[in-house]
C-alpha cells in the first residue's frame, strides 16, 4: 500500500496551470490515488460482464477484443436514452465558474480534476465519434481517439469524483458533473471496470441484503449487543422486534450503523427514541441495508438494489418506511426509488403516531428520514431533552452532499442539533448547505488504498472545520449520512486531530431523558458526563 505524505507535505498544492494542452499530458496513475480494481467473484456475483481479476496498475486490464466497440455503443445508447447526457455532452461553454469547486481540484491541483476538463475527457470522445466538426477537425475540434490511454485516464478521473454535484451549482448552465460521472462509470462497467469497494458491497447487498454481508442472526445479536450497553447506560431494557408482519412502520437504516463505530452510537440513539416513542415499529433483517452502493454501478444495478425495500414493506404489511442517516441512501430514495420501483400505493402517506403530522413530501415514496420525523417531534415538544449532557461536545454540522444539495434538507438537522447541545458553531457560509464541500470519500471511494485520494479530496472540508475548531474549540463534527461517520473520523485525525464525528442521533440519545432511567453518568460512549463523572467534573 502506498505510503500516506505527512499533512504538511500534502498541502503543498500548486494550482500553476500545466504549460502544454491537457491532451498532450499523458496521465500517470499514482498509487494512493485509486481503489483497486473488482474482484471476479464480485463482477460474477452482480452478473456483470468481463468478470475477472484485475489491477488499475497492470499494463493489460484482459479488456476483450471489441472493448472500443463496445463503450461507443454504450455511449450511442445513453446519448438516446439519457436527455440529459446528450444536453450535457453539447452545451459546456468552459466558462471556467465550475474550475475551482471541486474539492479534488482544490486538493490535489491536478487540471483533470476540474469539472470542466473531467467531463471533456468523456466529451472530446463523443465530438470525435458522435459530430461532425470532431469527424472532420479532430484534435482542432476538441475530439480526440478512444484508445487505451484515453480509456485509463476516464477510469482514473471519474474515480475520482465523488457524484457530489457542487460544481453543478456553480455552472450557469447547471451541468451536473455527477450526472456525467454516473454515466462514464456505466460505461466502464460494461468492460468489467468498477472497483473492488464498490462491487464488494454490492454484491454483498445482492446475496445477503446489506452492504457488509451481515447474516440476519448477526445483525439481530448486533443490536442485542447495543440494549446491553444501554441497559447499562440507562438501567432501561429495551426490547425491539424485527420481521415483525403488521407493524405500522418498517425502519431501514445503512448497515454501518450496525457494525463500526461511530455509527453504532447512531443506532443506539435510534433504539432509545423510539423506545421512549413506545413506537410500533420494526427492523427488518431482510431490507437490511437503506445505502446503495449500486448507485456506483449503474441506474440499472441501484433499482435492482433499491427493490428489497418496498418488497419488504409491502411482505410485512407496514403503513409507512422511516429511514436512519444516511446521504446516498437517501439521494437514491428522494430522486429515485418512486420511479424505479414505485408507485408504493399498498403503503399510507406517513403521518407522526406522535404528533399526527402528515408527511406530504413523503406522499409518493411513503418513506420519511428520521431527522425530519424528530424535528417534528421536538417541534411540537414531545421529547424530554437534557441539552447539557452534551455539554463536552461543541458541535459543527457538515451537510452531506446528498442529503443538503439533493434534497434540500438544511434546517431539520441543525433545529435537532441546537436543541440537543447547547454549544453550536457553524463552519464558513460559502462550506456549507448546498455549497458544502464533500467529505472527500463519497460514491464508493471509501477504501484504504486510496488514501492520498481521500485526504487530498477532504482537504476543503477538513479546512472549515479547522477554521471552527481553532476559532471555537469545536471537537466534534455532527453529520446525518454513515459514509461522513466512516470516512470523516480519519480525515479529522490527518488534518484536524481533536475533532470527533458523531451522528445526530447520538446526540439525541445523549440527551434524550427517557421515563424511568437511572441517572446517568456517561454518554453512548460510556464517557464521562459533564458534572456526572465519579471523579467530579467532566472535561468541558
Ligand atoms: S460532482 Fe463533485 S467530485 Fe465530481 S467534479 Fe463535481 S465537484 Fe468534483
Ligand atoms: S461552469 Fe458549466 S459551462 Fe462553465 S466550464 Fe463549467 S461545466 Fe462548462
Redesign the pocket.
Known amino acids: 500500500m502506498a505510503k500516506l505524505p505527512k499533512p504538511s507535505e500534502l498541502a503543498q498544492i500548486s494550482l500553476t496551470p500545466p504549460k502544454k494542452p491537457w491532451m498532450d499530458i499523458v496521465t500517470e496513475m499514482r498509487q494512493g490515488m485509486f481503489c483497486h480494481g473488482a474482484k471476479a467473484k464480485n463482477l460474477a456475483a452482480l452478473e456483470l460482464p468481463n468478470a475477472r481479476d484485475w489491477k488499475p496498475a497492470d499494463e493489460d486490464w484482459h479488456l476483450p477484443e471489441d472493448w472500443k466497440e463496445t463503450v461507443l455503443n454504450g455511449i450511442k445508447e445513453r446519448l438516446e436514452k439519457f436527455r440529459t447526457f446528450h444536453v450535457f455532452m453539447d ?9 475551482d469547486k471541486c474539492h479534488f481540484f482544490l486538493g490535489s491541483g491536478d487540471p483533470k480534476n476540474m ?2 476538463l473531467r ?1 471533456e475527457l468523456l466529451r472530446s470522445i463523443y465530438r470525435k465519434y458522435f459530430t461532425t466538426a470532431g469527424k472532420v477537425f479532430g484534435k482542432t475540434a476538441g475530439a480526440r481517439e478512444l484508445d487505451i490511454q484515453a480509456l485509463k485516464e476516464i477510469w482514473y478521473y471519474y474515480f475520482q469524483c465523488t457524484e457530489c454535484r457542487r ?1 453543478s451549482l ?4 447547471g ?1 451536473d ?1 455527477a450526472e456525467i460521472t454516473i454515466i462514464g462509470r456505466e460505461l466502464l462497467n460494461l468492460l468489467g471496470l468498477n472497483i473492488d469497494w464498490i462491487c464488494g458491497p454490492a454484491a454483498n447487498c445482492y446475496r445477503k441484503g446489506n452492504h457488509l454481508g451481515l447474516e440476519p442472526h448477526t445483525i439481530k445479536s448486533s443490536i442485542e449487543f447495543f440494549l446491553s450497553d444501554l441497559e447499562d447506560i440507562t438501567g432501561i431494557s429495551i426490547e425491539p422486534t424485527f420481521n415483525r408482519k403488521g407493524a405500522e412502520i418498517l425502519f431501514v437504516t445503512p448497515s454501518g450503523d450496525l457494525f463500526a463505530d461511530p455509527g453504532t452510537y447512531t443506532a443506539m440513539g435510534y433504539l432509545m427514541l423510539f423506545h421512549e416513542l413506545g413506537l410500533d415499529y420494526t427492523w427488518s433483517t431482510y431490507a437490511s441495508e437503506g445505502g446503495n452502493f449500486g448507485f456506483f454501478t449503474s441506474m440499472d444495478m441501484a433499482k435492482r438494489l433499491n427493490y428489497k425495500i418496498y418488497a419488504e414493506a409491502k411482505r410485512l404489511g407496514v403503513k409507512w418506511i422511516l429511514g436512519g442517516e444516511c446521504g446516498h441512501m437517501w439521494r437514491v430514495l428522494h430522486q429515485y426509488m418512486d420511479t424505479f420501483n414505485g408507485p408504493a400505493d399498498f403503503m399510507e402517506v406517513p403521518v407522526s403516531p406522535i404528533t399526527g403530522t402528515k408527511f406530504n413530501s413523503a406522499k409518493s415514496t411513503k418513506m420519511i428520514h428520521i431527522v425530519e420525523f424528530t424535528a417534528d417531534l421536538i417541534k411540537h415538544n414531545k421529547l424530554n431533552l437534557d441539552p447539557s449532557r452534551n455539554d463536552h461536545l461543541v458541535v459543527t454540522y457538515h451537510d452531506s452532499c446528498n442529503t443538503a444539495r439533493g434534497m434540500g434538507f438544511f434546517e431539520e438537522p441543525r433545529y435537532v442539533i441546537n436543541s440537543v447541545c447547547n454549544h453550536f458553531h457553524e463552519m464558513p457560509e460559502d462550506t456549507i448547505r448546498e455549497k458544502t464541500f464533500c467529505c472527500g470519500s463519497g460514491s464508493g471511494l471509501n477504501a484504504s488504498e486510496n488514501m492520498e485520494q481521500r485526504m487530498r479530496g477532504g482537504f476543503p472540508r477538513a479546512n472549515a472545520v479547522r477554521h471552527v475548531h481553532e476559532k471555537h474549540g469545536v471537537n466534534m463534527l455532527a453529520n446525518i449520512c454513515a459514509i461522513d461517520r466512516a470516512s470523516l473520523p480519519p480525515l479529522m485525525d490527518y488534518w484536524v486531530p481533536g475533532v470527533r464525528v458523531a451522528g445526530t442521533h447520538e446526540l439525541v440519545g445523549n440527551a434524550l431523558v427517557m421515563k424511568g432511567e437511572k441517572e446517568r453518568t456517561v454518554d453512548l460512549r460510556n464517557e464521562p458526563l459533564p458534572g456526572k463523572s465519579e471523579g467530579g467534573e467532566a472535561d468541558v
Not at 456553480?170 to 448552465?173: A, G, K, L, Q
Request: aromatic letters at 10%; one cysteine or more; proline letters at 11%.
Open positions: 452545451i459546456c461553454v468552459r466558462c471556467g465558474a465550475c474550475a469539472p470542466v467531463a460544481c456553480f455552472c450557469p448552465y451541468i458533473q
